[in-house]
């Protein structure tokens, strides 16, 4: 039997999509039977009363979780969202309802031990509710109370090997694809240069000393599967120099029909015959490919990296062997200003461990940024009102043809006098001889 009536969350429960109000009854009725004996070390009931308040929010038409509350563990300053209910009464089960951020693994994998481990941990001492993952990427934990969290942070740090996440203005735990553990299409170890900048920067993640939040993400391709050009401050993006690799065989077998274009993913309905021209040639966006009789042709000099040729036909078109990565700066969602795709800032660079070169530029961006930024602004933000220009001196990076502001837009540069040739000073004499008329 429900603890509390829920006529209005449940009208949520209908409809064909999965839903959270029936997830969370799940988790009250495995709790109340507790077949597993666990000694809960948080209200038995705190999932009946998650649903009670949220329930009675939207019967008031109003929220009854108090903003505010500082809690954490000794020594971190983010890590743990601190939320109090103002009906402690009424939802005793929920007065303390923290959220824990738990640093994912890079690529996300996990073994079924450890996952185990994070569940009986939680169901220990916590609601059991958990969401994988969170926007950022982490493990997120719903609801604990303040007794709790110094007994998780030392079972995650001892027992788990892992940590808390980063919340706040401070870094947020970093995130990656899958990279090369399973991608051929990778440019960049992106697990690797992931986990290696958590560490290096774990002072930034578990410290507040920024002005606002900030996000690295690293895709090791184009293609973009963590989406790091729209969601991180900072994102990776892995990027091949040379050619694309072609194997004129594979693309005959393509045109053939004896190999499935994009992988196969297209079974189940008949989409006709492969047309290497219309599915392929007319479809890329810089129109660099062509055939010639029947070899394929690419002027890699105009690729811009769409991804789409290799993606449509992966056993013929491989990325490149000179591979790192690009740099954009300043993503982020709408806030303050509107939201922001990354500008590229810089368009390549080796990316291969110690990373010492991505690792220089980093800091001077932080030292800048903890400098320059105004309190709860992101840094494409400050990009913004500064000026890119100011963004790429002070990374002491040239200014590039190639660093656009968002796609088909380009950055507005104000020079210096020094830096143009001739300097300001010109003789209009000089200019009419070449222009007469
Ligand atoms: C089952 C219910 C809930 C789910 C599934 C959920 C899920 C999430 C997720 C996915 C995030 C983003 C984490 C990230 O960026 O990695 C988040 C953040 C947050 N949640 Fe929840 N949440 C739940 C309940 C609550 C409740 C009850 C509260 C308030 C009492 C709350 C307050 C917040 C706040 C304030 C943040 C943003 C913190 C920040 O970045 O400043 N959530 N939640
Ligand atoms: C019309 C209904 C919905 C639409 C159109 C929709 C659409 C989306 C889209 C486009 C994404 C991003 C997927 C991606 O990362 O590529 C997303 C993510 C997500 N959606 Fe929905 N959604 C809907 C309903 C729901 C419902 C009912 C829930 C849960 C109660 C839900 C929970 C989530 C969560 C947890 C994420 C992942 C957020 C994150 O951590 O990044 N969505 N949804
Ligand atoms: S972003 Fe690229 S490398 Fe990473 S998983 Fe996606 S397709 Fe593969
Ligand atoms: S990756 Fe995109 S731009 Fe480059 S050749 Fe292929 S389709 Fe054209």
Redesign the pocket.
Known sequence: MAKHKTPLLDELEKGP????VSDIKREAESRAKNEKGVEYQIPVDVCDDLLGVLELSFTDGETHWKHGGIVGVFGYGGGVIGRYCDQPEMFPGVAHFHTVRVNQPSGLYYSTEFLNKLCDLWEFRGSGMT?M???TGDIVWLGTTTPQLEEIFYELTHNLDTDLGGSGSNLRTPACCLGMSRCEYSCIDAQDLCNDLTHEFQDFLHRPAFPYKFKFKMDGCPNGCVASIARSDLSFIGLWKDNIRINQEAVKAYIGGEIPPNGGAHAGRDWGKFDIQKEIINLCPTKCMWMEGDTLKINDKECNHCMHCINAMPRALRIGEDTGCAMLLGAKAPILDGAQMGTLVVPFIKCESPYTEIKDLIEKLFEFWMEEGKNRERVGETMKRIGLYKILQVLEVEVDARVVQEPRTNPYIFWKEEEVTGGWDRKIEDYRSRHKM
């Open positions: 999509w999965p839903s959270f969401n993952h969170g926007s």
